[in-house]
């Protein structure tokens, strides 16, 4: 197919990973460690859309308290943002995703939505499936990108897929939206086939969104419209109002549009697609040694499999113990059984959220 519409990467960097704690911290959450080699996943999403015959330089979204962290990182592999939005405080996908629609030099332009904190492993099988699903956002549909289920995982939300749209081979309409599943209901969901995990990837020309806020979520649209309007600028960075932006409700894309719009669309893709959302996850996607330990830093094992052990300042050594995930960081050292890492969260709340 040609190319011939150059696309706007949004990046959304703005989240706190709370369940890869004790690495990931407030002050530098999980997008922006080093968790799978030497760049960050914000800098690895940075590099997916680098090409510039295809993208234009992105738009970042993130928080004003990780400007520096942001700059830096970038500087380190070569970017360059169109513009940094920089959030002053947290209300959820959809209004984020609403600064940036707004800062469109076109109401045509085309918005490729992405989260910093994925990885994606088959760049070539992301791209394909990107460029295909370009006539159908320029047609003002909704394009959602579903990731092909490996297991019945509770952990993501999952999308059916309808009827092809006409004119196009491998894009199919999105019939509904399933949050988290049980157990049951994901493995039902498998047999019955024609659904996808919910990626959190986006495609959709900016007027096209800004129309579905103005019918679903109105209130979102005024609140982010008014702090754009007060928006202060310098060097590159964006800083809309904070007072109109914090009255915006909070909300995700997923809730406040795509589960509500008629044209919304699916693009079925198998890119070895993780969000790395617990230590378990990262467990999977990692290389392993012989024992299947995935091992991180300092770490010695003895007669010892099944573990993941990310340490690196301190040295841990274990020995006759499985399936266990230790992490440590500073002065801080976790232990846990594997498969029970969305749980994270339940410590750091018993520690009073301290970092």
């Known amino acids: 197919m040609a190319q ?70 970038m500087q380190e592999v070569g970017a360059t943002a169109r513009t940094m939005i920089l959030e002053p405080c947290p209300r959820n996908t959809a209004p984020a995703i609403a600064l940036a629609a707004l800062a469109a030099e076109n109401p045509t332009d085309l918005l490729l939505v992405m989260p910093s904190d994925h990885i994606i492993k088959n760049i070539a099988a992301f791209q394909k499936a990107v460029l295909a699903s370009v006539p159908v956002a320029e047609a003002r549909w909704l394009v959602t990108f579903g990731i092909e289920p490996t297991g019945p995982e509770t952990g993501y939300g999952y999308i059916q897929q309808g009827d092809a749209i006409v004119g196009s081979d491998r894009i199919l309409s999105a019939k509904r939206f399933v949050e988290k599943p049980n157990k049951d209901n994901a493995e039902k969901m498998l047999a019955d086939g024609g659904f996808h995990w919910n990626a959190g990837i986006f495609l959709f020309r900016a007027d096209a969104y800004l129309a579905a806020m103005e019918k679903y979520a109105p209130e979102i649209l005024a609140a982010c419209r008014s702090a754009m309007a007060g928006k202060q600028t310098e060097n590159g960075l964006c800083h809309p109002d904070s007072e109109a932006f914090a009255s915006a409700p909070s909300d995700s894309i997923d809730y406040a549009i795509m589960e509500r719009a008629q044209k919304v669309a ?36 003895i007669d010892s499999s099944n573990n993941l052990i990310h340490s690196q300042e301190l040295e841990v050594a274990v020995l006759g113990v499985e399936n266990l995930i230790i992490v440590t960081h500073e002065n801080k050292v976790m232990i846990l059984p594997r498969g029970q890492s969305q749980d994270v969260k339940k410590i750091v709340q018993k520690l009073g959220g301290r970092d």
Not at 268 to 292: M, R, Y
């Open 266 to 301: 699916v693009t079925p893709v198998n890119p070895g697609w993780s969000d790395v959302g617990s230590w378990d996850a990262l467990f999977e996607i990692c290389n392993k040694d012989p024992q299947s330990n995935a091992l991180f830093g300092n770490a010695v094992t």
């Open 4 to 73: 011939t519409t150059q696309i706007t990467p949004v990046i959304l960097s703005g989240g706190t990973g709370t369940r890869l704690w004790p690495l990931s911290t407030q002050e530098k959450p999980k997008q922006f460690l080093n968790l799978l080699g030497p760049l960050s996943m914000f800098q690895q999403t940075l590099q997916r859309c680098a090409d510039q015959t295809t993208y234009r330089n992105p738009v970042i979204v993130g928080s004003a308290r990780h400007i520096e962290i942001m700059q830096d990182q």
